[in-house]
């Protein structure tokens, strides 16, 4: 699930990135509507997390230009206007959720795991293929019923690429969910990523397409 998160204070944005990469959500940020716009305009985002006192434009505005344009993308509005008048705008011009500053990071994760259910992208916190299982919500990895130990860079990878089963992940893919999550990338350590994984996972589970990436296949 990639949010992308609209927010001009900056303390406030990175706390948020930080919690909800903990989460394992990837998130990408922009400080003001215009730079929301041109990001969805271009990017491919399950989600956004709107402010709406941005410096250039009323969030509402953004979140009015989204809806203009067809887009059905989920918005939840988080925003320090606590009123029940603004509450009732922002929902009927479009907003999917309203949550009012300041809040509990666990009530936003929970609201947000209420999408992606509803998107169809967290049926399940189990995702199996063959004798592979992970369970999303225990961060483990089970072969054979036996619980692995990965390290969290090597976890990171692997969900990757059972998440999208069936469909290759390049290394510059891979490099950028990482960052994305938080985490530091060196040269050369998706293959060391992959070798170390591979030693603990069934024969030819991680195909390699040579030239152009890495899959599972579904």
């Known amino acids: 699930m990639r949010i992308l998160l609209v927010e001009d204070d900056l303390p406030l944005a990175q706390g948020l990135q930080i919690s909800l990469r903990h989460q394992d959500f990837a998130v990408d940020h922009v400080k003001n509507g215009k730079d929301a716009l041109n990001t969805l305009a271009f990017a491919d985002h399950d989600m956004v997390i709107l402010d709406l006192g941005l410096p250039d434009m009323d969030g509402l505005s953004v979140l009015k230009a989204v809806r203009k344009n067809k887009s059905a993308i989920p918005i939840i509005i988080l925003t320090a206007r606590d009123s029940i008048e603004d509450k009732v705008q922002g929902l009927d011009i479009g907003a999917d959720d309203y949550l009012v500053k300041p809040f509990n990071i666990d009530e936003l994760t929970a609201r947000l795991r209420v999408i992606?259910?509803?998107?169809?992208?967290?049926?399940?916190?189990?995702?199996?293929?063959?004798?592979?299982?992970?369970?999303?919500?225990?961060?483990?990895?089970?072969?054979?019923?036996?619980?692995?130990?990965?390290?969290?860079?090597?976890?990171?990878?692997?969900?990757?690429l059972m998440e999208n089963a069936g469909r290759i992940q390049s290394r510059e893919q891979i490099e950028s969910h990482l960052y994305e999550w938080g985490e530091e990338v060196s040269s050369n350590a998706i293959e060391v990523h992959i070798s170390n994984i591979r030693k603990k996972l069934p024969e030819k589970f991680i195909k390699t397409i040579r030239g152009v990436g890495y899959t599972v296949e579904s």
């Open 116 to 160: 992606e259910r509803r998107l169809g992208t967290a049926n399940s916190s189990i995702i199996a293929i063959d004798d592979v299982v992970i369970d999303t919500l225990a961060h483990k990895v089970i072969v054979n019923k036996q619980v692995l130990n990965l390290a969290k860079k090597e976890y990171m990878v692997l969900k990757l």
